[in-house]
């Protein structure tokens, strides 16, 4: 009966706290969450539905073409930039055709290096061309070539404003007025710019930004149509563009606090610029949602057919022509919804179609509130439903919470341009449901055959019926212990395995009989089998039963599997011989750590397995991959060593940042057993041994060589790790590591 209210309650405040962090998470989505979900959702509205192309020129009295530089045009005319004459001569070409407008999405941030005078630089002093030199000097400078056709046309340049500060200042060709609030504090403020030359600058008619602000994955969904550099406002490229077409000299930005906008006193943003006799509404931050099309190859008009004697002018009369590289090889690619490579120039001109045509999309400004209350009042509906009906109804109803989600925010997108987001209701409506009908599931019987089902596999016999037989000494869910971790590996796996290509049940037989012995020692010493991860064991000790020595047992257990290896490894060598093969003896490597962890049942509501998750584990894991690099058996970490240095033999090995943490550790070797410990000679030696790393570590590199040379003499010293050291020592000699080196070695590997 207690565990059934206990159920209830849990029931009940488990689906609330659901809603309650999905009304957080909607409201604040701190890690962008529901965002980056939400415009996912909008992207896949546009795949299903993009915006039909109509052309605006019937409409709007103006149409819009692209004069593509691609690669075709690169290939006819020259490598990129081409001459100023050639951008000169397609400006005057397309003015005598009748085209309203020539916008730039290019920079002409240098002087063109095809002018003569750029050309005299590379000539040098030599007499003998001086008259050569007198001639190109009296040829017109293609800068001011093409000023003076740019002061002739409708010509709007462009500029990008950088992060970096560089004393730029790109020239405003236009007036700004504010309605409302000042709109500066609403647009991300810019440091520097790549601006044109001065005097292509002045000679445009317009001048205008053509950043974008991508999204945090890249796509862009919203584009400026202001932009800030400093305290000072600029127009971007289609807004200039818009205001030359119609002769207009400022532009109008209205914000919160205008006339006839309601912000209820709060500093909401921008909600609108207008130019001429066009408004544009945009985004809080002055950006404007862009509705795409499909490709349309209409749109474009390669560059080389301008320059082709029988080109049709009616094209490209009565139309703003927008100048930009869709080449692969000039990188001027961008993703949007529709298209991972679309040129950026494109997305200029689509975001121009749709303020010529008055189609916009939105996301109103009673969106968000709007999704909170159905977020909140369906999942109320939920919260009931999972208390008085039975769980097929309450999956009908979340259903059709989720449906209704859906396709009310597909509706108004497909009929109005409203962009409502479904995501963010529907993933808390699923969330409570599956939460709900989770918790309706309470094991209230059986616990003994639960205990002996969750540790069969892992503890001994008489562990499993300890706790089956009181369970209350396993807390479920996870507790806080201190513990001592073992992993082992076999070295060289992959090369015995090579040996059973075609073999793969000897390959599993070499395992078990691996595995077998080696699980045995572990569970004689009290330990838990966490996992096998193909050739390599997981095991701690302490949990879930009391081992209060486990540090000892740990080191006992290591010592033991070496020794029972050897003879595993007898009886492999003599199957090899009577079957005339290659012997490989299995070799093992061996990491111990202590230290605090969280062990309990890790897993979910349906699967769970009984582990531990912690620093200390993952440090036990990464010294027995360092046990290879320094030639150890067995590698224990510092609180290990601390806990049982009087009881076995012990070789300090180093202070090391293991790869994966930034502090050192100290780690050591374990050697043998206690009879070894107090031996003379393993006294002597490790004597030694402890005085080189002391001199090692204070930087006395000739006495610290001198004494890994005399321990790499001695009777069974670890040639690997004197090597090592010998190398080390060579390397900090050569290049001193600083006077305030401490001696730690920072792992570059696992």
């Known amino acids: 009966m207690q565990m059934q209210r206990i ?24 890690f962008f969450i529901i965002t980056n979900l939400r415009n996912q959702t909008f992207d896949l509205y546009q795949r299903i539905k993009p915006r039909e192309y109509v052309d605006p020129a019937p409409i709007a009295g103006v149409g819009i073409k692209l004069i593509d530089v691609d690669d075709e045009s690169l290939s006819r005319i020259g490598q990129w930039p081409w001459p100023r004459t050639i951008i000169a001569d397609l400006i005057a070409r397309a003015t005598n055709a009748g085209a309203y407008a020539i916008v730039f999405d290019v920079v002409f941030a240098e ?42 046309a409708n010509v709007v340049t462009g500029f990008t404003l950088t992060e970096a500060a560089n004393g730029f200042e790109p020239e405003r060709k236009s007036g700004f007025s504010y309605a409302g609030d000042d709109p500066r504090q609403f647009i991300p403020s810019f440091n520097g710019a790549v601006t044109n030359l001065n005097k292509l600058e002045k000679a445009s008619a317009g001048n205008g930004s053509f950043n974008f602000i991508t999204e945090q994955d890249n ?66 931050t002055g950006q404007a949602w862009l509705h795409y099309t499909s490709d349309v190859p209409s749109r474009r008009i390669p560059a080389w057919k301008i320059f082709e004697e029988n080109f049709d002018p009616s094209l490209i009369a009565g139309n703003i022509l927008f100048v930009g590289p869709s080449a692969a090889g000039l990188k001027d690619l961008r993703a949007t919804p529709l298209n991972p490579v679309t040129a950026g120039v494109e997305v200029h ?18 969106a968000e509130g709007a999704e909170i209350v159905f977020l909140i009042s369906f999942g109320v509906v939920i919260l ?153 064991i997981m095991a701690f000790w302490n949990a879930p039963l009391d081992v209060p020595n486990h540090a000892e047992q740990a080191c006992s257990t290591s010592l033991q599997m070496y ?3 050897e003879f595993l490894n007898q009886d492999l060598k003599a199957e090899a011989e009577r079957e005339d093969r290659p012997y490989f003896p299995l070799k093992i490597g061996i990491g111990l750590n202590t230290g605090d962890c969280v062990v309990g049942n890790m897993g979910s509501e349906q699967r769970f397995d009984y582990s531990v998750l912690g620093d200390a584990v993952n440090l036990a894991s990464r010294l027995e991959s360092q046990s290879k690099n320094y030639g150890a058996d067995i590698v224990i970490g510092e609180l290990t060593y601390t806990s049982v240095k009087d009881v076995f033999a012990f070789l300090e090995l180093d202070l090391i940042a293991v790869k994966g943490k930034t502090e050192a550790v100290r780690i ?18 490790r004597k030694t041994h402890d005085g080189m790393l002391v001199a090692y570590r204070s930087q006395h590199w000739e006495e610290a060589a001198k004494l890994v040379d005399e321990l790499r003499h001695k009777e069974g010293a670890n040639q690997t790790l004197y090597d090592m050291y010998a190398e080390r020592i060579a390397e900090y000699q050569a290049t001193s590591p600083g006077a305030d080196w401490d001696g730690v070695y920072v792992a570059a590997s696992k």
């Not at 609330?16 to 999905?22: G, I, T």
């Not at 290096?113 to 001639?135: E, K, M, W, Y």
């Not at 971007?236 to 606090?257: D, H, N």
């Not at 050591?668 to 030696?685: C, I, K, P």
């Open 7 to 30: 159920a209830r309650h849990i029931q009940n405040i488990i689906p609330a706290l659901v809603l309650l962090l999905a009304f957080g998470l909607n409201y604040y989505d701190p």
């Open 111 to 152: 002087p063109d290096r095809t002018s003569p005078q750029q050309f005299l630089t590379q000539l040098g002093n030599s007499p003998r061309l001086n008259q050569v030199a007198q001639i190109i000097s009296a040829m017109p400078d293609h800068d001011d070539v093409l000023a003076d056709v740019m002061r002739q």
């Open 219 to 284: 796509i862009i969904r919203r584009v400026p149509l202001l932009v800030r550099k400093g305290e000072t406002l600029y127009p971007t490229l289609v807004m200039e563009a818009l205001r030359i077409v119609q002769g207009a000299s400022t532009f109008i930005v209205k914000s919160s606090g205008a006339n006839m906008t309601e912000s209820f006193g709060e500093k909401t943003g921008i909600t609108a610029v207008k130019v001429g006799r066009i408004e544009v509404p945009t985004t809080s």
């Open 349 to 366: 001109i689509q975001l121009l179609e749709q303020i010529l045509l008055g189609h916009f999309l939105s996301r109103p400004d009673w």
């Open 384 to 536: 009931i439903a999972l208390r008085q009906v039975s769980a097929l109804a309450c999956a009908l109803v979340a259903a059709s919470g989720i449906t209704f989600a859906v396709g009310a925010s597909w509706y108004l997108y497909s009929s109005y341009q409203w962009l409502l987001d479904p995501i963010g209701p529907s993933l808390t409506v699923g969330l409570m449901f599956i939460s709900g009908t989770l918790l309706n599931f309470l094991r209230t019987e059986a616990e003994k055959a639960q205990v002996r089902g969750a540790f069969a596999q892992y503890l001994s016999p008489a562990l499993v019926e300890q706790l089956a037989n009181d369970p209350t000494r396993l807390k479920l869910g996870g507790e806080t212990r201190d513990m001592t971790f073992l992993f082992c590996d076999v070295r060289g796996f992959t090369t015995i395995s090579e040996q059973f290509k075609g073999n793969p049940q000897g390959l599993t037989s070499l395992i078990n009989r691996f595995l077998t012995p080696m699980t045995d020692i572990i569970l004689e010493k009290g330990g838990t089998i966490d996992k096998y991860m193909g050739d390599c």
């Open 563 to 565: 020794h029972d290896l």
């Open 668 to 685: 050591f070797s374990l050697v043998g057993d206690r009879a070894m410990a107090v031996s003379d000679t393993f006294q002597s030696f």
